[in-house]
């Protein structure tokens, strides 16, 4: 089993940063590729970036690339989502989710059968 704790989401202004820390505890959460994902009122859950175990593999939706990084700390059980130029757009629940042990990068929601209970991230003035 794999538990998962988002921590760091708020309320921020656009243009605005704001840094997403998921918290892992479980068997072999250092050989999971982990996903970040995102839901906005009234929208289907979308993926937002991924990072293999290995870190050589990443996945980052189109509309976040270049804005946002993903990495992860091994040592710490900790991936995180860094975000910077945050839009409006951007407001969501952002989640966290980890793969079955060994399995590759994927935007697919399917392949992450462990999530958190997410983190509410807003972008207002």
């Known amino acids: 089993q794999v538990q998962l704790v988002e921590s760091g989401g708020g309320l921020v202004q656009p243009g605005g940063s704001l840094r997403l820390s998921c918290a892992g505890s479980?068997?072999?959460?250092?050989?999971?590729?982990m996903g970040w994902f995102r839901q906005a009122p009234g929208k289907e859950r979308e993926g937002v970036a991924c990072i293999s175990s290995s870190e050589e593999a990443t996945y980052y939706l189109d509309s976040v690339k270049g804005r946002f990084t993903i990495s992860r700390d091994n040592a710490r059980s900790t991936v995180y989502l860094q975000m910077n130029s945050l839009k409006p757009d951007d407001t969501a629940v952002y989640y966290c989710?980890?793969?079955?042990?060994?399995?590759?990068?994927?935007?697919?929601?399917?392949?992450?059968?462990?999530r958190g209970q997410g983190t509410q991230v807003t972008v207002s003035s």
């Open positions: 479980g068997t072999l959460l250092g050989r999971r590729a």
């Open positions: 989710a980890a793969t079955l042990p060994f399995r590759v990068c994927s935007s697919g929601e399917s392949e992450y059968p462990y």
